[in-house]
């Protein structure tokens, strides 16, 4: 069994700063993939960043830049220090992580809240 906890989340002006956090918890083998999705209201789930097990990156074009993805293997955690926040950033922000345990799984987060607004 896996759990991961999110927390991060809140209100904040534009132009502002936000640092989410994903930890990871459970009978952990190894972690791959790590990727933090949004979904903003009535819009669909959409991939904002990733990093794989070697630490490569990938960002969603309306984030590059401002946005960055790492990862702390010891701890099982990942974070997403979001920079220069626009009322478009607006959403309920999912981390989303491969677990070996007995076999590979995916799994989500709980959701965190991220609203940006004056």
């Known amino acids: 069994q896996v759990q991961l906890v999110e927390s991060g989340g809140g209100l904040v002006q534009p132009g502002g700063s936000l640092r989410l956090s994903c930890a990871a918890s459970?009978?952990?083998?190894?972690?791959?993939?790590m990727g933090w999705y949004r979904q903003a209201p009535g819009k669909q789930r959409e991939l904002v960043a990733a990093?794989?097990?070697?630490?490569?990156?990938n960002y969603a074009g309306s984030v590059k830049g401002r946005f960055t993805i790492s990862r702390d293997n010891a701890k099982n955690t990942m974070y997403l220090l979001m920079n220069s926040l626009k009322p478009e950033d607006t959403a309920v922000y999912y981390c989303?992580?491969?677990?070996?345990?007995?076999?590979?799984?995916?799994?989500w987060g709980q959701g965190t809240q991220v609203t940006v607004s004056s």
């Open positions: 989303n992580v491969d677990v070996r345990t007995t076999s590979w799984y995916t799994y």
């Open positions: 990093i794989t097990s070697s630490g490569t990156t």
């Open positions: 459970g009978s952990i083998f190894s972690i791959g993939f």
